[in-house]
């Protein structure tokens, strides 16, 4: 699917989910399917980097809380990157900006 | 079809019509999207408001296939109607009801309480993005939602 790409990398403790293209209901659920299986191998502390997301609305959006949600019930965190207009107002349209830790680029997010 | 070989300056005054069908699968809302974003770039719409409109587009179709359960047969059907100084879109599915009612979307203390998370989170969106959205009833059954973008004045 050539819509949403997805890679995963390794950062000290965090494991990083760099996304690329389009979240919507069509690709949102390869997101989640791979934040389900990072929890289930034991990777409790996710960063989502959304700096790679050309668009992303509520569906996506729902993935996220999906997400923070399951790393939480292991005392986890889940934190994104993001400086992109249109993703950042998606993000404060809804209240969620208050909810995630939002930062400018991996390296901070992973030294939080 | 190309936006660009319908629209000319002697039409200018003329409103024009432009429609879009899609089977009722989440993998096409991406085309509506960039169908949605063509017309407006092309009538001149700032970008912001084709960011804003790509959002509505999205949520609307998905809403219209969503609303239809497991087995959606409804085609998405989205209308746009370009006047004077705005681009007008309609977005539906015969005789399917938007998950969203008029309340929820046109007045925030009105929503009602709902245990689909997911319905609560694009109502908050297209809340969020245009001041004149509407949810009407369609003729064909069902309701459908409107909303519109400004559009610069030719110079």
């Given at each position: ?112 | ?12 005054d ?69 006047g004077a100084d705005r ?69």
């Amino acid at each position: 699917m050539i819509d949403l790409l997805l890679d995963t990398r390794m950062e000290g403790p965090w494991t990083v989910v760099d996304v690329r293209g389009e979240v919507d209901a069509y690709t949102a659920p390869r997101l989640r399917e791979r934040i389900i299986e990072l929890v289930g191998e034991g990777q409790y502390r996710i960063v989502i980097n959304l700096e790679g997301v050309e668009f992303m609305d509520s569906t996506g959006l729902g993935v996220l809380v999906g997400g923070l949600k399951r790393v939480r019930e292991h005392d986890g965190a889940l934190a994104l990157v993001c400086t992109r207009g249109p993703v950042l107002r998606v993000l404060a349209i809804t209240g969620l900006k208050e909810i995630f830790p939002v930062h400018d680029t991996v390296e901070a997010a992973v030294a939080s | 079809m190309s936006a660009r070989s319908v629209a000319t300056d002697a039409a200018a005054d003329e409103e024009q019509r432009f429609s879009l069908t899609l089977p009722p699968s989440s993998a096409y809302v991406g085309t509506a999207r960039l169908f949605a974003g063509a017309v407006a770039r092309h009538f001149g719409a700032d970008e912001d408001s084709v960011e804003e409109l790509k959002l509505a587009v999205s949520e609307a179709c998905t809403g219209a296939i969503r609303a239809q359960g497991e087995s959606a047969t409804a085609p998405v059907r989205m209308e746009i109607l370009r006047g004077a100084d705005r681009l007008a879109f309609e977005v539906g599915a015969s005789g399917v009801t938007l998950p969203w009612s008029a309340g929820e979307v046109e007045d925030a203390a009105a929503r009602t309480p709902t245990t689909d998370y997911m319905t609560s989170l694009s109502v908050q969106m297209i809340q969020g993005l245009f001041g004149d959205v509407a949810i009407v009833e369609s003729p064909d059954g069902g309701t459908s939602i409107r909303f519109s973008v400004p559009l610069r004045h030719p110079e």
